[in-house]
């Protein structure tokens, strides 16, 4: 069996890092599997120099987030989890309730009750007491919360550098090798920005 991984792409700011995820995940030996909500498909016209359907080309699958039957409904659909980048509140408060009225929260939902690694880069700021009561539900069931929040020891030169930290967190989480960023205490050398 492929190694699979859910992207879900919701419409908060911030596609460009669910973008980020396809383009290098296409690197490896990963098959990924594409849900991009309604408001995603706007945003990523809005913010990026990419058509949403050139973004759809990038994975090895794309679903209707309608379709709450498709394969990615079922636990016995096997993955190594999911991740939702950019997470919104919407998708983050149906995921943290289990309100699965569409097919990103119910793969979402199947990635938690299976126990299997779920990401939510929740991009919303500031955050009020029931944003953050939402990330505490959802992750006391198991989801790992990773807000964009971007780190400066290593030195990024561009907005690509700050991107390609955030998402070299997410692959370390997956265990998914990569040469993102320049770690703390390894040597003075920073890394390319890719477009």
């Not at 409904?73 to 009225?101: D, E, H």
Request: glycine letters at 6%; hydrophobic letters at 40%; one cysteine or more.
């Amino acid at each position: 069996m492929s190694k699979r991984i859910i992207i879900a792409i919701a419409g908060a700011s911030g596609v460009i890092y669910g973008v980020r995820i396809l383009k290098l995940l296409q690197e490896t030996e990963y098959e990924t599997h594409l849900i991009i909500s309604e408001a995603g498909y706007t945003n990523i016209s809005i913010e990026t120099d990419y058509a949403p359907d050139d973004v759809a080309a990038m994975a090895d699958f794309v679903y209707d987030n309608k379709n709450v039957a498709a394969a990615l409904a079922s636990g016995s659909f096997l993955t190594q989890g999911m991740i939702v980048a950019p997470c919104t509140i919407k998708s983050l408060s149906g995921i943290a309730n289990s309100y699965t009225t569409n097919l990103l929260v119910r793969a979402a939902d199947v990635t938690l009750k299976e126990k299997r690694k779920l990401v939510l880069m929740v991009r919303e700021t500031p955050f009020h007491k029931g944003h953050l009561k939402l990330m505490t539900d959802a992750a006391d069931m198991g989801a790992h919360i990773l807000p964009p929040i971007p780190s400066f020891y290593h030195q990024p030169r561009t907005i690509d550098d700050i991107i390609n930290q955030t998402v070299g967190k997410i692959f370390d989480y997956f265990g998914i090798d990569h040469k993102l960023f320049c770690r703390w205490g390894e040597g003075d050398s920073y890394p390319i920005s890719k477009n």
